[in-house]
């Protein structure tokens, strides 16, 4: 890390904050519990989003082309 981006805020563990912090969709776990969970962007980058209980979902995104060309 350099002092600019230090005084700047600019660090690797500020923008993993901020990757963690940003909610896409609140999605029902495929645990036992069912419980929301809060999918991140951290979490897409990861492709794994865990509940409270510790239950491993696997997040997987497809893309639809729009109503007018399908």
């Known amino acids: 890390m350099g002092l600019f981006s230090w005084l700047t805020g600019n ?3 500020d923008r ?3 990757e963690n ?3 896409v969709k609140a ?3 495929k645990g036992k519990s069912k ?3 809060d999918v ?3 979490d897409i980058k990861q492709g794994i989003a865990v ?3 510790g239950y491993k979902n696997e997040v997987v995104l497809f893309l639809r082309k ?3 060309d399908r």
């Open 27 to 29: 999605m029902k776990s």
């Open 35 to 37: 419980i929301a969970v």
């Open 51 to 53: 509940d409270p209980n």
């Open 66 to 68: 729009n109503k007018k």
């Open 40 to 42: 991140t962007v951290g």
């Open 21 to 23: 912090a940003v909610v």
């Open 11 to 13: 660090s690797e563990l």
């Open 16 to 18: 993993l904050h901020k």
